[in-house]
Nanobody, 115 residues
């Protein structure tokens, strides 16, 4: 019933920026945790960042201060600001939201950083 809709992906030049958005609809309850994974072709899925309802954040080491995750609790919306993008960060980026053991996933949005 909960649906996550992502937006903001696309094509950028190396060093460019994108802001991803993900809105969870269909629930009046605040999601305890929301975040982003990414998966490049032929590679393992990896966690990029996540954020709790109290705005405690985690960032993967590879973000190196270039990425910022944020959220709007009332709307169960999570954002990922990505700056100084690198070609190796070309991947499908997946949003997730979790509450009380239930995990919901977005459809994924393609991010392409040209070489």
């Amino acid at each position: 019933q909960v649906q996550l809709v992502e937006s903001g992906g696309g094509l950028v030049q190396p060093g460019g920026s994108l802001r991803l958005s993900c809105a969870a609809s269909g629930s009046i309850f605040t999601m305890n945790d929301m975040g982003w994974y990414r998966q490049a072709p032929g590679k393992q899925r990896e966690l990029v960042a996540h954020i709790t309802s109290s705005r405690t954040t985690y960032y993967a080491d590879f973000t190196k201060g270039r990425f910022t995750i944020s959220r709007e609790n009332a709307q169960n919306t999570v954002y990922l600001q990505m700056n100084s993008l690198k070609p190796e960060e070309t991947a499908v980026y997946y949003c997730y939201a979790a509450r009380n053991g239930d995990v919901y996933w977005g459809q994924g949005t393609q991010v392409t950083v040209s070489s």
